[in-house]
């Protein structure tokens, strides 16, 4: 049986900041924002190319925003991500290199933290 994961839940202060910085910032794709009801507001974003998405809005979560660490998304080129991150006016670190791969990280504007990998392949 086939097991997918498919949506995580972040949790955010402001919707519509939140959703400005994943979609105009980082490039997440805009998938629904739909309001169910006064309390309940839905938002899924979907990194370019991804199966899984990230939803945020009201009453998505009970986790405190900016309590999530250890999102990741997996890239071919950590060079042109990073760029691309720090053209759109994300704060990105440094390339930082280990031996399973090379990683950006940065927050968004609540403090979620999310890690940019490319993944390197040893050698032998």
């Known amino acids: 049986m086939d097991c997918k994961l498919e949506l995580v839940a972040v949790p955010v202060s402001d919707v519509d900041r939140a959703k400005a910085f994943y979609t105009e910032q980082v490039g997440f794709v805009a998938d629904h924002d739909h309001r169910v009801s006064d309390d309940i507001r839905f938002v899924q974003l979907t990194p370019r190319g ?3 998405s990230i939803a945020i809005g009201n009453g998505v979560t009970k986790a405190a925003p900016g309590s999530v660490e250890g999102l990741q998304v997996v890239v071919s080129d950590i060079e042109a991500a990073r760029a691309d991150l720090v053209a759109n006016g994300v704060e990105a ?6 031996p399973w791969g090379r990683f950006v990280f940065f927050s968004d504007p609540d403090g979620n933290g999310w890690a940019v990998q490319q993944i390197v392949k040893p050698q032998g």
């Open 50 to 52: 991804s199966a899984c």
């Open 93 to 98: 670190s440094e390339i930082q290199d280990f």
